[in-house]
Nanobody, 120 residues
Framework: HVQLVESGGGSVQAGESLRLSCVVS????????MGWFRQVPGNEREPLAS??????TSVADSVKGRFTISHDIENTLYLQMNSLKPEDTGMYYC????????????????WGRGTQVTVS
């Protein structure tokens, strides 16, 4: 049973930082993608950052230089978000999938329930 649980969201002022965490359990594939997505009501999910089983990371141009993805050996995925802007407001989801470019939503088969980030 695969489970992803996000935490770390909240309400912050513009310019502040947050670190999101996602505990991944039950995912036992040697080749994988893990990623973070953001969704604003009325819009599609936007891919933000990903990391694959070889440790390669990718960050969307919209957040490059401000957001960093990482994970630890305990299978927790992180998204460090610095210099937050009001347009970063949204629901943040972590996801896991079987591999590929790791940049497309349909490459991910398992999703968390999300954590809300509000920047004012």
């Amino acid at each position: 049973h695969v489970q992803l649980v996000e935490s770390g969201g909240g309400s912050v002022q513009a310019g502040e930082s947050l670190r999101l965490s996602c505990v991944v359990s039950g995912y036992r594939y040697s080749t994988y993608c893990m990623g973070w997505f953001r969704q604003v009501p009325g819009n599609e999910r936007e891919p933000l950052a990903s990391i694959d089983s070889d440790g390669r990371t990718s960050v969307a141009d919209s957040v490059k230089g401000r957001f960093t993805i990482s994970h630890d050996i305990e299978n927790t995925l992180y998204l460090q978000m610095n210099s937050l802007k009001p347009e970063d407001t949204g629901m943040y989801y972590c996801a896991a999938g079987g591999g590929g470019t790791c940049r497309e939503e349909d490459e991910y088969s398992h999703w968390g329930r999300g954590t809300q980030v509000t920047v004012s």
